[in-house]
């Protein structure tokens, strides 16, 4: 269930833009870690600028005729620059997909400069906005352009039409042109505090929010989207598996987490090799916070488990945790996954099950 109001969070920001709605610059660019909230933000600024009867605190009404198009994603002068591979995920012809090169698929993941030649178009085309208003360009990730589309977009930037406003996503703004920054007023997303978010994300039904918070470094968004996209269910699997592991088979785990990563919901959910090692190494990480009697951050609601598994055994962890850098390196490409994956789980569980006690 996602959340259709703003977060709390969010409110001062949105106050402050709502107070100046009238004279706001041409390009907007938000900037902060991804799941700070700045797509949600992104969406309602849209919708509140494009309603024809705002409340008082400048929200869309959500039922005008706008406010309806937006929602059903169709709104005229709403316009999206999204890298290909962003685009159509649920008509996406998987066999294609897989014959596509890499080469193809490098560029699927960046903004071409086609890509802002076919928004100019529209606006040309429209210029003035359906209804003589607003007309609003959402792009995102702004760092996805690449260089001939970034300077196609300079243009566009240094010669805005009436009522254009361009909001530019970014999760990695130091990679975006400085020139393109330069032209763009900064809205940059705090990161919220513990006591905000851990309400927030229990209101939308999470049960274990605040351990699912500390896995997401704090971000509330990433949260919500874990939980809703049953990421988090294979994360607490991972955990009671890996709590179990010095009794079971690692290389019956291999080839179980083969198959999952195999499976075609996987991809979907965006869960892949690389992710999993990177949690295996939070699970170390933890491990050996645990082994100086600290507290988990990632794995809190494994708490007990933790403490239990890696009893004194400090540099065992880190060490095995070390280790999983080099695995870290490979993930993206590696010759064998399920090789990999049993190297993997036959390191871990001889290094992070407990000593046997000398006879
Ligand atoms: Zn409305």
């Known amino acids: 269930m996602s959340h259709a109001a703003l977060p709390e969070w969010l409110l001062p920001m949105w106050r402050d833009l709502h107070a100046r709605r009238d004279r706001l610059p041409h390009a907007l660019l938000l900037t902060g870690a991804s799941g700070s909230g700045k797509r949600v933000f992104a969406e309602h600024l849209c919708q509140a600028l494009l309603c024809r009867r705002p409340d008082a605190q400048g929200f869309a009404c959500g039922e005008c005729e706008d406010c309806r198009w937006?929602?059903?994603?169709?709104?005229?002068?709403?316009?999206?620059?999204?890298?290909?591979?962003?685009?159509?995920?649920?008509?996406?012809?998987?066999e294609a997909t897989e014959a596509a090169t890499k080469k193809e698929k490098a560029r699927s993941s960046q903004i071409l400069i086609d890509q802002v030649r076919t928004l100019q178009a529209a606006l040309e085309l429209g210029a003035g906005g359906h209804a003589g208003g607003r007309r609003i360009v959402i792009l995102e990730p702004a760092e996805a352009m690449n260089v001939a589309a970034a300077n196609a977009?300079?243009?566009?930037?240094?010669?805005?039409?009436?009522?254009?406003?361009?909001?530019?996503?970014?999760?990695?703004?130091k990679r975006l042109l400085p020139t393109i920054r330069s032209r763009c007023q900064v809205l940059a997303?705090?990161?919220?505090?513990?006591?905000?978010?851990?309400?927030?994300?229990?209101?939308?039904?999470?049960?274990?929010?605040?351990?699912?918070?500390?896995?997401?470094?704090?971000?509330?968004?990433?949260?919500?989207?874990?939980?809703?996209?049953?990421?988090?269910?294979?994360?607490r699997q991972l955990a009671?598996?890996?709590?179990?592991?010095?009794?079971?088979?690692?290389?019956?785990?291999?080839?179980?987490?083969?198959?999952?990563?195999?499976?075609?919901?996987?991809?979907?959910?965006?869960?892949?090799?690389?992710?999993?090692?990177s949690w295996i190494q939070r699970w170390l990480s933890d491990g050996a916070r645990g082994a100086?009697?600290?507290?988990?951050?990632?794995?809190?609601?494994?708490?007990?488990?933790?403490?239990?598994?890696?009893?004194?055994?400090?540099?065992?962890?880190?060490a095995c945790f070390r280790e999983f850098h080099t695995y870290r390196a490979v993930a993206h490409h590696p010759l064998n996954a399920r090789l990999l994956l049993e190297e993997l789980f036959l390191v871990l569980h001889r290094r992070t099950s407990p000593p046997r006690k000398p006879r």
């Not at 809190?300 to 933790?306: G, K």
Request: proline letters at 7%; glycine letters at 8%.
């Open 70 to 94: 937006a929602a059903s994603g169709n709104h005229p002068d709403i316009l999206r620059v999204v890298p290909a591979a962003d685009q159509d995920e649920a008509n996406d012809d998987s």
């Open 153 to 173: 977009l300079l243009k566009l930037l240094e010669e805005p039409g009436q009522g254009l406003l361009f909001l530019m996503i970014a999760h990695a703004p």
């Open 292 to 318: 100086l009697g600290l507290p988990a951050r990632f794995y809190a609601d494994f708490q007990t488990e933790l403490t239990r598994l890696s009893g004194g055994q400090h540099a065992a962890w880190i």
């Open 189 to 235: 997303f705090p990161r919220p505090s513990d006591a905000d978010t851990v309400g927030w994300v229990r209101e939308g039904g999470i049960p274990n929010a605040a351990a699912l918070l500390g896995f997401c470094g704090g971000l509330p968004l990433l949260a919500e989207r874990m939980h809703e996209s049953g990421l988090d269910t294979i994360r």
């Open 240 to 277: 009671e598996e890996l709590a179990r592991l010095p009794a079971s088979d690692p290389l019956k785990l291999a080839a179980q987490w083969d198959a999952r990563l195999k499976a075609k919901d996987a991809a979907e959910r965006g869960f892949d090799l690389a992710s999993l090692i």
